[in-house]
């Protein structure tokens, strides 16, 4: 399995089949900025796993020239699991929708974010569900009507960035599909991180959410800014204040969380989490070996 | 006396070490060159308070001067704790007629009249009672070891019973408690001499006669042999989820796996263990998950995007009394619909059953043989008694396989197989992570043979056909299935998974009467060899012997696939969901009322 | 011309509004008297870029002047947008010899090549191709409504072909846009009158007899009739998670369940959904979840607790392409094994299916009255193509059940069943939360009636014997099935769920030859009449149609399933897993190819 | 279904079968003080529920002389979500492990407490699976030998009451089987308080996990005490230290909780948070009803 690794990859090269989303859908940016990202940081196509569960969001593998799982609804996380046990040599992205990552798949996020094995785990967020077209999810804001709550969602939605520090995830940022280098600054970062990178990605649906994130206006949200964090996007968020933000201070990075009003950028960053796939590869690895040749013979009578 | 077999158990209150009496004798018998089958009673609570019949705890043990292969169809001698676990034994009514019931009166004074009244059920029974009390040095040496020791006294009891030798039960005593300080150790030999003393004037005495038994002999129980069978496959991951009687696969492996490469992976529950167990084998790292009852159920959705992904997998599923938590300490073989029919849609996979130690250890390199060529999932069943039972059993050959094209066809034709014709794939790459130009996706979504998404009815049905061409390719490939017995004649007992020791074992003693009975055990158990039909056909009446339920409308599992495949009216005649093996005499019985 | 039955496409991109213009122009079909069945075409994508292949989106139309019961064979007539489309539906073989193509040539320009090759293709296929353009006035209005309103186009064509009123179809716009400001009705009404113009010096005519229709005749989808049903039923409780096809039970009842106080509980995800229906029936309020493919495999712990609690529950199954995530948008009935055998351990249930809207709205009463009575859960099979395809049928006559007891012997009947013997529990006292002196504890694992946890092998023993005596009371139930033509001959097609009206239609095209054809359509699938085997012995081929795959060493699931219970030869004959019906003329062909 | 409100409930009449626990186990400090409270606030018996899942702790159910559901592993909580929508006039219980909640059962707690359906959650941690002998649990003492990880458990445990406040519970406390009475108050406190009630004890595991819980010592935690929580148990815990806590105040509650020193007491409790069952219930309430046999008179042709 020798890695090829003098060639020259160029967006081309992550590019598979044709996208099948609704015109104007928001998954179209993050399908660019993955590969934008890549591109950039010249990963080999062939070392790439990307995995999904069930969505729109969960189509992201056909269009990327990767490897990859289209997995089922809510688990991506476990076949990733796996393959970060097994094969450390790989890179790992996990893409996942707001219900498939907070509705069916919420324990195994909560086990992935616990565990902390490497990888980018990328939350599409329309705050609906697309594919089944049009139920509230965890992240629906309350009051929208969908065809699952018709009166109005009625819930409170999850905040998912408060969901994954309030679990203790090693990496938490958030970014918007529309804010296109933004986007690829956050992946950038997620994937320079060692352990599980928890990524909130805002996004449009504009088939049945098409009030959820407006991106036209950017005064609705503030950008946190840090060296060791990513820049704000000025471009495509000229109105959105720029708040410098340590990554490494948890208790802001929490009060940010919390706010009503929305913040992208590293939200929290620690790097000294232990990593379990590490843990668990070292005890492997560390162990003294045996020839198997006497594999049975402490059994004898 | 001199037997050829005996059968005993030592019945106490869980925690007060039955289990590791026997496992000391046992060790004794065949180190003089017996046979041994131990099976343990093991209660579904942790330690359920002493005195009630839920406390019940123990283990059967068969003894012989030949290699045996079940528990036997009932008890010559059992030793009792008190009365409560006596009366609570007796309704399992698996004792002989006129076998012997050595009760310990040392409750007694707890509730007399209780211990009249199970004295005489076991007398009305037909059992042959005989009581005794500890002497009280050895009670008061139990005093100072905090209450403990019990089970040296009934271990010395048993010891002299069956005539081992007495050194040896000390050397064994000596190694089994290695950790205790020398003034504990002594304790419990004097405990367990009294006990020896105490058997010493009672008129009960067995002899089996012990051959030096040639070869290399190993003691091992199933799960364990699964265990060993895996990592002498060179699967290098194991992923799972604790679940009884499950779980002690993941426990030695746990100690055991790294130091031959491998990786025990705890999930939070059975569907991320299999979902973790694929994408292992996504990667190229053949991986392995083992569950129970609830957690096959649990485990269907992946099992689908295994086959629609042509990702290999293999799963374990350790059978335990259902349906839901139902007996979970108790055996049964109800899970054969689940593990072929399961998972929604169109199934197509392979379903082996292990009937022995040995077969536990060869289970895991056909499997991986298997999923590997197929790309379709393998479900191997195994079962609560396969996976505490533990037998002296011949070393088997280590195969110390790395490709799946190591396997020995000897290993192969142990399921009735050959090796596999050529295999299609409904897609073309089936390339690994890594290889450069190859990159490629799997979905659970329908796709062409390039692997793009297809809704179209041609592409659909074609994956259909290609997967289900594999599973025709393994029909193929069946050796002709061997009798137990002639090929013809009144009586077939067809049967499959643990039951084959007692079928061998019944089916011999039906032919010794001069009965045309004959046996057929099938290890694969999904798909079914194709010249079944033509073989069904040759006796006059065929039944099955499974641990499940069956009655005149609904066939047992195996009796419903033999009848829909070879259109013979097959009948589930042996066995009920028990929690109890089937026993080579209720062979015999029921066979005959067929005749 | 004059035709009693005949069938038509619009074949649109996704989006551009095909169904809403097929669902006008049925109403008015309706309103004259015409019988008419609709199946949608919906891609699996929610809007899939247009001019791909995977954009087909469309309604395929059967009308009739009697009472139609299936989508019917081929396509006479198919309006179809672009060249690609056209390409991508050939493939299907879904048209009639010579039926006719009206192709829009509106996007020539955009490939001229590619249009030519659909034309020669259309042709080769031996169809009769007819192009034709939207005029540059309806294009500017279309222009003037965002580029929408091309359906509106092809509905005045459709009207005007098939001699529909005109003043009809307006009215019919004008009510389903009435939301529409009054100038943007003007401009699609205006598209629509261009449409009709276009069709008028066309040589494409169709006359569809129409009588006024006797009686109360309804409109309605599968799953529509399914939730209101379950509201006539008396059913409160809905437990559900969105999948595809089944979501649409929860939408509806999302909107009408309050009014008749009911509620909707959307889980996390189904096996939590199924979870809070037993919580629900437990307490004591009638609830019932719904799902397909993967949640039917993720529901299986918990249908197996319902089992052993012996707490009622109704779980309706739309199935729909597998294995996996499949073909989530297209029919299959691949889920038979799965409902009866899909949980681990013994399973005791009844599975019924549904052939019609009219079975879709008893199926609750029927459910809900076995579940009750026998406290083992029901699985309800419907598919893909019963929960969207919808049809003029007569109006079924309300229960407004409250008790059980209230179900009318001609709902049993039309399910095939008297109503149940006594039944037997497993636990004396089935008492509901709050009912005082009778607290009781239900639990997976095994118990005695009294409801304790019982590790008994008697006590294992008995329980199975209960449950499976409750399926037994149900065997003894059924009314003695209704053959389609005679009860003896020479081919009898099984056939079960939705494939009844095509199984109808397909016979009488036989016997109408004069051939020794008869039908029998199952609505209980299991446990299955004991009468059959005997019924099945009067024919000298039986076969099964079902959409489902099937070898000659795999049979089909309901082939199976009769193979094993009647030891007759049953073939899976017909049926593959393609994703769309079985059509009557599929019917006459594999049926003479066997004769 | 009338409920008896005249008779006098004695302790004796919440008491069904006897317990199969192991001598010293906790779980029977657990039952015993369910059964006090509920003899204390003279629960009816027959309007109870005791919904649990499996583990040793998922036997409560049998002994308890109430209704009751020994359900399935980690699914306790849809079960009784059920129940609550169906029947607001019962009081349920629900009993879970520390592995039956956080590991196999963590989506249903996840979306339980945010549905804040109207029960009593009580979490008996134990730190071990204690009915399938000895492995490893999310809460297991980083370290500690079991039979899955015999190297010594490789994570740092996930903190229950951090992980519950994260989520957003509207109600959290911490008690200990062997505070006889602590644990009744706050049983008591977690009954009145409307809502999902999240109430974690500290369990001893005798068999599989001594040293877990040291009971006989008491300077290693702290009671939170307060007028609107529950007192100190300075007889059961004389040598722990004394903190008067506000449960309304969110910060503090989280740096008690995500403290290594332990804390027992009311964390935290929020009476505003919305819930679920009565939500989806007053829907179905305020609609206004139509009679069954106009049912069908929309589709009509
Ligand atoms: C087990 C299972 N349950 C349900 C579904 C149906 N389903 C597919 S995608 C989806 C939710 C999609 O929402 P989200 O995760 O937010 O993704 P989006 O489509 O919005 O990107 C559901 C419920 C499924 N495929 N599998
Ligand atoms: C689906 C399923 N998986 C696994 C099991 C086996 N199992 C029973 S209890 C248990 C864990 C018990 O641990 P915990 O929840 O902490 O309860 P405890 O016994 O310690 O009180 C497990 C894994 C099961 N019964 N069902
Ligand atoms: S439904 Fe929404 S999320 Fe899905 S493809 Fe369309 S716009 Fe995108
Ligand atoms: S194993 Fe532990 S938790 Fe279970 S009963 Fe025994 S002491 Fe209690
Ligand atoms: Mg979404
Ligand atoms: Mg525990």
């Given amino acids: 399995m020798a890695l090829a690794t003098e060639t020259k990859f160029t967006l081309k090269d992550y590019k598979a089949a044709d996208p099948r989303w609704c015109t104007g859908c928001g998954d179209y940016g993050i399908l660019v900025a993955l590969r934008r990202f890549m591109a950039d940081k010249q990963l080999n196509p062939a070392s790439v796993v990307n995995i999904s569960g069930i969505g729109c969001s969960g189509r992201i593998p056909h269009y990327m020239n990767t490897y990859g799982i289209h997995s089922i609804h809510g688990r991506a996380i476990p076949v990733a699991m796996g393959i970060s046990l097994a094969r450390p040599d790989l890179q790992l992205f996990i893409e996942s929708g707001d219900g498939d990552a907070l509705s069916i798949g919420g324990n195994h996020l909560i086990h992935g974010i616990n565990k902390n094995f490497n990888c980018v785990f990328v939350m599409m967020d329309n705050q609906i569900y697309g594919l089944t077209k049009n139920q509230t999810s965890p992240t629906t804001r309350q009051g929208l009507a969908t065809n699952t709550q018709p009166q109005g969602s009625w819930l409170k939605p999850i905040n998912p960035v408060q969901f994954a520090m309030g679990l203790g995830a090693s990496f938490v940022a958030s970014t918007a599909e529309w804010l296109t280098s933004h986007i690829v600054e956050v992946i950038e970062a997620a994937y320079a991180h060692k352990g599980f990178s928890f990524v909130h990605v805002a996004q449009r649906c504009p088939k049945f959410n098409p009030t959820a994130w407006e991106a036209k206006e950017s005064n609705w949200y503030s950008f946190l800014q840090h060296e060791k964090g990513v820049k704000a996007d000025t471009k495509y968020g000229p109105d959105a204040a720029i708040i410098e933000h340590d990554p490494s201070d948890l208790g802001q990075a929490f009060k940010y969380a919390m706010m009503d009003h929305k913040h992208f950028g590293v939200y929290y960053q620690d790097t000294s989490k232990a990593c379990y796939d590490d843990i668990v590869r070292s005890a492997t690895d560390k162990a003294v070996k045996q020839p198997r040749s006497g594999l049975l013979d402490r059994f004898k009578i | ?595």
Wanted: some cysteine; hydrophobic content about 40%; aromatic content about 6%.
């Fill in chain 2, 1 to 595: 006396m001199s037997h050829q077999a005996i059968r005993f158990e030592l019945i106490m209150d869980a925690g007060n070490g039955a289990q590791k009496a026997g496992d000391i004798l046992i060790g004794a018998f065949a180190k003089r060159g017996n046979y041994v089958y131990i099976e343990p009673m093991i209660p579904a609570e942790i330690s359920p308070p002493k005195r009630t019949p839920y406390s019940m705890s123990g283990v059967v043990i068969r003894v012989a001067d030949y290699d045996i292969s079940n528990i036997g169809s009932g008890t010559d001698l059992m030793i009792v704790e008190h009365e409560i676990l006596l009366d609570r034994r007796l309704i399992d009514k698996e004792y002989l007629p006129g076998s012997i019931v050595l009760l310990d009166l040392g409750d007694e004074a707890k509730n007399k009249e209780a211990y009249q009244q199970a004295k005489d059920k076991a007398i009305q029974a037909g059992l042959n009672l005989i009581t005794f009390n500890m002497d009280d040095e050895a009670k008061k040496v139990m005093g100072e070891l905090g209450g403990n020791g019990k089970n040296m006294f009934y271990l010395g009891m048993l010891t002299k019973i069956f005539n081992v030798s007495r050194e040896q039960l000390e050397t064994n005593i000596r190694s089994t408690f290695k950790k205790l300080p020398e003034e504990k150790l002594k304790l419990n030999l004097f405990i367990f001499d009294s006990g020896y003393r105490c058997a010493s004037e009672m008129p009960v005495s067995f002899e089996i006669a012990a051959h030096p038994i040639e070869g290399d002999k190993l003691l091992m129980d199933g799960n364990t042999a699964i265990s060993m069978g895996i990592i002498d496959a060179g699967i290098k991951m194991y992923c799972g989820y604790p679940i009884t009687p499950a779980s002690s696969i993941m426990h030695v492996l746990a100690k055991q796996f790294p130091q031959y490469g491998g990786m025990v992976h705890q999930a939070e529950d059975e569907i991320s263990a299999i979902g973790s167990a694929i994408g292992s084998y996504y990667a190229g790292v053949p991986s392995v998950t083992a569950t129970a009852g609830p957690g096959i159920s649990l485990k269907q959705e992946f099992i689908g995007l295994a086959t629609s992904t042509e990702t290999p997998l293999i799963v374990i599923d350790v059978m335990r009394g259902g349906p839901s938590t139902g007996l979970p300490t108790k055996t049964e073989q109800s899970d054969l619909y689940t593990a072929i029919f399961g998972c929604h849609g169109d199934n197509t996979k392979v379903v082996l059953s292990v009937a022995n130690v040995t077969d536990c250890f060869y289970a895991p390199h056909v499997a991986r043989y298997l999923t590997e060529k197929l790309r379709v999932p393998v479900i191997v069943l195994s079962d609560y008694l396969s996976s505490v039972s533990y037998k002296v059993f011949e070393r088997p050959a280590l195969v110390e396989m790395n490709s799946v094209d190591d396997i020995p066809h000897t290993v192969l034709a142990r399921f009735g197989l050959k090796p596999l014709g050529p295999v299609e794939m409904v897609k073309d790459d089936q390339s690994v992570p890594g290889e450069v130009g190859h990159t490629r996706r799997v979905t659970g979504l329908n796709t062409s043979s390039t692997g793009q998404i297809a809704y179209t009815s041609d592409s659909n049905i074609r994956s259909h056909d290609v997967r289900n061409q594999k599973i025709q390719v393994v029909r193929e490939a069946f050796l002709t299935p061997e009798f137990i017995g002639d090929a013809s004649g009144d009586v077939l007992v067809v049967a499959w998974g643990s039951t084959l020791g007692s079928l061998e074992e019944g089916v011999m003693m039906l032919r010794k009467e001069g009965l045309k009975v004959s046996g057929l055990h099938l290890k694969v158990v999904y798909p079914l060899p194709m010249m079944l039909k033509d073989l069904l056909k040759n006796f006059k009446h065929v039944i099955t012997a499974e641990v499940a339920y069956g009655d005149n409308y609904k066939s047992s599992p195996l009796a419903m696939l033999l009848r829909a495949e070879t259109l013979v009216d097959v009948k589930s005649t042996i066995g009920e969901p028990s929690g109890r093996p089937i026993t080579p005499q209720e062979i015999v019985t029921k066979v005959k009322e067929v005749l």
